[in-house]
């Protein structure tokens, strides 16, 4: 059984807490930050040490994420704001079991938590209890999307990083001076260029990335780099490393 790292309530109220700060919150009504009904919020909480037979029923990222997930959705412990409230524990989440949600955006998202609350998201027609039938869904649908995260770097030669950098949206000025400048977006760095498809240290590689906003702390890992092997949406990484940027989890 993998050890799961699984969010206390007091670690779920620091979320909604720091949420209040944000964009999101102000989007549209989110009311007050405190739970309206703080039993609401430890139901919700409690789901994921829920047992039976002396184990526990929900052992997986995926599970544990959608259990928890609908558990916050669907309780409405908050006076407003607890899908979005929902969604973004749910990142949370996932980020702190050091993994990612690739290839997901924010619609995608809110049409996951629209459909939960709406009843639409499970088979009408499942054989079993609507709230298991719909965490099962729910937990389909994360483990359709989520990876473990990779980090880590390795040298390689010029010609290699070109092309991968150039997979990412990457464009390259010519040479000069001994040097090269790369480009992504807004974002600029330049690197040595001593020669034709010199070789480039792991350190080098590392600061690249870092400059140009391809590295973990943005949503690209090093399976996401080197192997180009889904990505993360900009709304699903700003919200997965709120709690990680604060330092309160």
């Given at each position: 059984?993998?050890?799961?790292?699984?969010l206390?309530?007091?670690?779920?109220?620091?979320i909604r807490?720091?949420?209040?700060?944000?964009?999101?919150?102000r989007?549209?009504?989110f009311?007050?930050t405190?739970p309206?009904?703080?039993?609401?919020?430890?139901?919700?909480?409690?789901?994921?040490?829920?047992?039976?037979?002396?184990?526990?029923?929900?052992?997986?990222?995926?599970d544990?994420?959608a259990?928890l997930?609908?558990?916050?959705a669907n309780?409405?412990?908050?006076?407003?704001?607890?899908?979005?409230?929902?969604?973004?524990?749910?990142?949370?989440?996932i980020?702190?079991n050091?993994?990612?949600?690739i290839?997901?955006?924010?619609?995608?998202?809110y049409?996951?938590?629209?459909?939960?609350?709406?009843?639409?998201?499970?088979?009408?027609?499942?054989s079993?209890?609507?709230?298991?039938?719909?965490?099962t869904?729910?937990s389909?649908?994360i483990?359709?999307?989520?990876?473990?995260?990779?980090l880590g770097?390795?040298?390689?030669?010029?010609?290699?990083?070109?092309?991968?950098?150039?997979?990412?949206?990457?464009?390259?000025?010519?040479?000069e001076?001994?040097?090269?400048?790369?480009h992504?977006?807004r974002w600029?760095?330049?690197?040595?260029?001593?020669?034709?498809?010199?070789?480039?240290?792991?350190n080098?590689v590392k600061?690249i990335?870092?400059?140009?906003?391809?590295?973990?702390v943005?949503?690209?890992?090093?399976r996401?780099?080197?192997?180009?092997?889904?990505?993360?949406d900009?709304f699903v990484?700003?919200y997965?490393n709120l709690?990680?940027?604060l330092?309160?989890?």
């Open positions: 059984m993998p050890n799961i790292a699984r206390s309530e007091e670690e779920v109220l620091t807490r720091q949420m209040a700060r944000t964009l999101l919150a989007k549209d009504a009311g007050q405190e309206l009904y703080p039993d609401r919020l430890s139901s919700a909480v409690h789901r994921q040490h829920v047992a039976a037979g002396g184990h526990l029923k929900y052992d997986t990222i995926p544990v994420a259990t997930f609908f558990g916050i309780n409405h412990a908050f006076e407003n704001g607890n899908k979005r409230t929902a969604l973004v524990i749910l990142l949370v989440f980020d702190k050091r993994s990612l949600l290839d997901t955006t924010e619609e995608d998202l049409q996951l938590a629209t459909r939960l609350v709406k009843h639409e998201i499970a088979p009408a027609d499942s079993t209890q609507l709230a298991d039938a719909e965490v869904a729910v389909r649908w483990r359709e999307r989520v990876r473990t995260r990779v770097d390795r040298k390689m030669r010029f010609s290699e990083l070109r092309s991968l950098l150039v997979g990412l949206g990457c464009t390259f000025d010519g040479p001076q001994n040097f090269i400048k790369i992504r977006g600029m760095c330049r690197t040595g260029y001593p020669k034709i498809d010199f070789e480039v240290g792991v080098e600061r990335r870092k400059a140009l906003r391809l590295d973990e943005h949503g690209v890992d090093s996401g780099f080197y192997d180009l092997a889904g990505q993360v900009r990484n700003d997965r709690m990680r940027r330092a309160d989890i």
